[in-house]
């Protein structure tokens, strides 16, 4: 056991002083710590298998012994280990019995399953080895004195669980099954002995320094931030949080998946709770009833784009690449992409670098866990593209601009709309980084005269009015074309356009492909994925930094009046609103009611004589959007609500307003 502590002992002081020395001067933090070196500790239960097997041990109940030493996290799953134990066997039965002193050093590898439990500290956990046993052995029954200290090989094989406790510690707890490659117990020579542990084992990372003081932020600043109802608030009420809500605006009692949005039985893109035909064949398209369009509607529709589906169809069916053929998903969708970009981009170029200075605009970068509601706000801007980083970061742009004025208009809008913490990005020939502003020596002129440039109050207000028709009703279409364990492969999206990729907190990689303002288009886009082997490819919509329903989406694009600009040309319409009223009451409400308009949320009253109040539910400029609103107000029990119309300020009827719009 002496040896054994010294041995221990000697270890930990070698490579705590390696790892002192070898530390930077200022402390500096890596993104990530190459092996992060940690000492590791414990105890472990043995229960000898050999020929002397004692009746009244086991598992938990043995031989004790200790381990001591070094592991080094080779990536995220995989981790080497190089321990010293020490156990005392001792195992008696009605024939015989013997004593043994067992001395090992060896190498463990060990993978961490952590994509099973994601949201867990509790990772399933594997480990393998290989060890040299030193022993010396009193077999009572056959030696009068111990024998002379020999050496084997051994097979630790072992499986577990691992606790993450904190960024510095883990715990596990493993069963191993080491086969010796010798005798130890000395009753029978030609057999070799096996045994069972069970181990306990604290790793502690003694090594990492930690970061300078200046590099936090100071806490006080977040002290009116309640950062667990942020975490836990749910609008909608669908048990997920807002934060990790993918749909966040879901109806009031309508089922939802893990990701917050309503089922969608059939995968058509209208969810179950309004779809009036809810087994849809595979890839058929729909109205925004979830009904299969007929083949005379369709060719009326979409009659340019029918050929083409038509036609990446007839390829997905036809191709003879199978996924089982392939080893990995990576393998399969790249032979799909060259059969592909073969038939029908033969000859393309898809090197996508931009020759010269480019200017970006960037609005976010995360390194994994982008929250679902950042995720659908960056999704909503149509130019949007995902850089992957050397390091592991994804930065998040807009644009592309060959000045930089151009660049810092772009700027300034996206910082109007609530995009905070913006930064222009210089693009060398796919290299970005970040724009700084030169600095040199003023050249004082003490006889310039300073002009300040002036602009007419009118100009300012037609500018803003036309970027606000611009921006008014836009919808963005995008293709999911699926959700991956692991990044894939460059080489899979070779031909493929608008590619953006969102590592979630689930730590899922999300991919979306193409970016269109009509719902053709989409159409059109989601056959080439699928023809590109994305088989549960499906069409996502965003709208004003939100994902919406494509029901809505559709109906939006085929009912309202498209916004246009002409220079020199000023564009009227009519200010109408449609509000969604919900109740009449007086101004102390009952508690049933305060609990629905919880659910709601955007609530307005006016007053409607001396003690009455009438509650109204959000104000919007198309019919479409308020009945969606209409929906919600009624599954949240207001039953009698209902739609109305003003025209500047002054009430009009739904019928009205109809007429006025067209």
């Known amino acids: 056991m002496n040896q054994f502590l010294k041995k221990a002992f000697i270890l930990f002081a070698i490579i705590s002083s390696i790892s002192i020395f070898a530390q930077k001067g200022n402390y500096d933090v890596e993104p990530t710590i190459p092996f992060q070196p940690m000492f590791s500790f414990g105890t472990a239960y043995h229960s000898f298998q050999g020929d002397i097997m004692g009746p009244e041990t086991n598992s938990l109940l043995g031989n004790m012994g200790y381990r001591a030493g070094m592991r080094l996290n080779l990536s995220e799953n995989i981790d080497v ?10 195992e008696k039965n009605e024939d015989a019995s013997f004593k043994s002193n067992v001395d090992a050093i060896g190498l463990h590898f060990g993978y961490t399953l952590n994509s099973i439990f994601k949201q867990s500290r509790i990772s399933p956990y594997l480990t393998a080895g290989l ?28 499986i577990g669980l691992r606790l993450n406790i904190s960024e510095r510690i883990d ?6 099954y080491t086969i010796a490659m010798g005798d130890i117990d000395k009753q029978t020579d030609e057999n070799s002995d096996k045994f069972m542990s069970a181990n306990f084992t604290i790793h502690y990372d003694l090594f990492t320094p930690k970061p300078k003081e200046n590099t936090y932020f100071d806490d006080s600043y ?21 934060i990790d809500d993918f749909c966040p605006k879901t109806p009031i009692g309508v089922k939802v998946d893990d990701n917050g949005c309503p089922l969608d039985g059939d995968n058509d893109g209208i969810p179950n709770y309004i779809d009036q035909e809810k087994n849809t064949r595979k890839g058929a398209v729909v109205d925004e009833k979830g009904v299969q369009l007929t083949d005379e509607k369709y060719q009326s529709m979409y009659s340019d784009y029918e050929a083409a589906s038509r036609e990446y169809a007839n390829f997905y069916n036809e191709n003879e690449i199978k996924r089982e ?24 170029d898809f090197d996508n670098t931009v020759e010269g200075l480019k200017y970006k605009i960037k609005i976010g970068a995360f390194r994994d866990g982008v929250p679902a509601n950042v995720i659908n706000k960056y999704l909503s801007l149509d130019d949007l593209e995902s850089i992957p980083q050397d390091d592991g970061m994804v930065i998040y742009a807009v644009g592309t601009y060959n000045s930089l004025e151009e660049a810092l208009g772009r700027e300034y809008e996206l910082e109007a709309k609530g995009f905070d913490n913006t930064y222009v990005l210089v693009d060398n020939n796919g290299s970005v980084s970040n724009y700084v502003i030169p600095v040199s020596d003023p050249v004082i002129d003490e006889d310039e005269k300073v002009v300040l440039a002036t602009v007419e109050e009118d100009e300012i207000e037609k500018i803003t009015n036309e970027e606000t028709i611009i921006s008014s009703n836009k919808t963005t279409y995008r293709i ?12 899979v999206f070779e031909g493929v356009d608008n590619v953006v990729s969102f590592t979630g907190k689930d730590g899922l990689v999300r991919y979306m492909a193409g970016s269109f303002t009509e719902y053709k288009d ?9 023809a590109r082997g994305f088989e549960d490819a499906f069409i996502v919509t965003y709208k004003n930094g939100e994902r919406i329903s494509l029901n809505v989406a559709i109906k939006t694009e085929r009912t309202s009046a498209k916004a246009e600009v002409f220079v020199g040309q000023e564009v009227t319409k009519p200010n109408i609103e449609f509000m969604v009223q919900i109740l009449v009451a007086k101004k102390s409400l009952l ?13 307005d009253k006016e007053a409607k004589g001396e003690e009455m109040y009438r509650y109204f539910t959000g104000s919007y400029t198309s019919l479409e959007d308020a009945n969606v609103r209409l929906d919600e107000a009624k599954l949240a029990g207001y039953t009698d609500a209902f739609v109305f119309a003003k025209l500047e300020g002054e009430r009009i009827t739904l019928e009205q307003a109809k007429e006025l719009l067209k």
């Open 171 to 176: 715990f596990d707890a493993t069963i191993n």
């Open 325 to 348: 053929n392939y080893k990995t998903t990576d393998a399969y969708l790249i032979a799909k992409a060259n059969a592909f970009n073969k038939s029908y981009n033969d000859g393309e």
């Open 222 to 242: 977040y002290v009116d931030v309640d950062f667990a109802k942020l975490e836990s608030e749910d609008e909608d009420g669908d048990l997920v949080a807002d």
């Open 522 to 530: 989409a159409i059109s886009y989601q056959a080439q994925m699928k």
């Open 81 to 90: 280990s190089l321990l010293f134990s020490n156990t005392s066997f001792f």
């Open 480 to 491: 999911q074309i699926g959700a991956f364990d692991k990044e894939l492969s460059d080489k």
């Open 131 to 158: 060890q040299s046993l030193s022993f010396k052995t009193l077999n009572e029954s056959n030696q009068s004195d111990w024998t002379d200290r020999e050496s084997i090989i051994a097979i630790p094989l072992g």
């Open 591 to 603: 508690a049933e009611d305060l609990i629905k308009m919880s659910k709601l949320g955007n609530i």
